[in-house]
């Protein structure tokens, strides 16, 4: 089993343990997200469409979006769709905003790019009293993950 820890800014306390969900590209909250289901109806750059956020470690690069996207944060975390985590590459103002609102764990600025050593589907455990993001990931392939 391969352990990666990263290190970086927490922004809301809390810890969270889950599957990664995991884009290049920018995130926005308020409008391509189904709050009822957590699916993603349209992202920016389409790597998510289709897929779930619900109970998963989100990790991205960038928020794009508006001031509304605080409220389609918190209408997700109140449909309990939402993330259990977020980790991104930078601060941006609206994903800290709908961390805090929603009581969300979220680390950002990382000594290692999230978006090149985080893949979809491996196990996350990230810290945000610490600021650490843990990543586990299992020997026999790239792709194997081992909970833990």
Known sequence: MKRLVMRGKPVVEGVAEGEALVTRGPMQFLGPIDPFSGTILASPDQELKGKSLS??????????????????????????????AIVCSTRGQMPVVSSIVANTPFVYGLDKDPTEHIQTGDQVRVDGNKGTVEVVRGGGSSRGVEPK
Not at 66 to 81: H, V
């Open 55 to 84: 109970g998963r470690i989100l990790v991205f690069s960038a928020q794009v979006g508006s001031t509304g996207d605080p409220l389609g944060f918190y209408l997700l975390k109140r449909a309990g769709t939402g993330p259990k």
